[in-house]
């Protein structure tokens, strides 16, 4: 950073990551190998970038800060399996990566993570493994079970399509600049394939007013109450369930009992 002039700018959410024995574990969570494709959303001053390509067959670097030109060139010298996007991750015509991702491993931009994730779930049907550094509060919540304070839409959507793999609590002293919160790397593996529309249009529904009965909540969209009580004790459900007490499998099933268009 000092040979390059840059400060890190906290409004993109960059955190540098110092410690290397992470980005070590980090490969190892995710089986990086030497077939592999991987992608990588915010590549910054390249540290895992160059440690992915050393171990990858190919590595998508995505970054927006085009600050990062110099020190990015730097760190990949001699790695011609990088290849460097530059643009926002939301914004990318990830399907057009070519070759296809078959694994994601990220320090992510903890403002967006949650929403980069579900999108190389949904449209990344190639990737298989997922190793990404990331709050710890929202790593906690895309595993958190059914019933639980911080079981939500994000926590139904990944757990229809992954497993967690692994979780490693970080300390904010391994970044340059410190987090305010405390961080976590979590592994995924991909078991099904992404959820339907149709169900994530309705799990987004549910948890939109996630303290009223899933009933009430739907029913705010003009869905039939009756219908939704009926699909419900179909399912082996309380009919007054609200949204966090319904398991993740249990939305695609209610999805199609009550012809849920989205």
């Not at 990344?124 to 509060?137: D, F, G, I, K, S």
């Not at 059914?146 to 079981?151: K, Q, V």
Request: aromatic letters at 4%.
């Amino acid at each position: 950073m000092e040979r390059h002039g840059i400060r890190p700018d906290t409004d993109l959410g960059q955190h540098f990551l110092l410690d290397e024995n992470l980005v070590d574990v980090a490969l190892r969570m995710a089986e990086v190998g030497p077939t592999d494709v991987v992608l990588e959303v915010g590549a910054g001053l390249g540290t895992l970038t160059a440690a992915l390509g050393r171990t990858a067959r190919v590595v998508h670097a995505l970054e927006v800060d085009p600050r990062m030109r110099a020190p990015l060139a730097e760190a990949t010298e001699g790695l011609d399996g990088v290849h460097v996007h530059w643009g926002d991750c939301m914004k990318v015509d990830l399907e057009a990566l070519d070759p296809p991702p078959t694994a994601v491993v990220s320090n992510l931009p903890y403002h967006v993570a949650t929403p980069i994730l579900i999108e190389t779930i949904c449209r990344l049907p190639a990737v298989t493994r997922w190793a990404l550094m990331t709050q710890r509060e929202v790593a906690d919540r895309w595993l958190s079970p059914s019933g639980s304070r911080l079981y939500g839409a994000p926590s139904v959507i990944v757990q229809l399509a992954c497993e967690g793999t692994g979780r490693r609590s970080v300390g904010r002293e391994v970044f340059s600049p410190r987090p305010r919160v405390d961080s976590a790397l979590v592994g995924l593996r991909r078991i099904a394939p992404p959820p339907a529309a149709a169900t994530r249009s309705l799990v987004r529904a549910a948890f939109t007013a996630r303290r009223k009965t899933l009933a009430n909540a739907l029913g705010q969209t003009g869905v039939d109450r009756a219908l939704v009580h009926d699909a419900l004790e179909a399912l082996g459900l309380d009919r007054a369930a609200r949204p966090e007490q319904v398991p993740p499998a249990d939305y695609p099933r209610l999805a199609e009992a009550i012809g849920w268009q989205g």
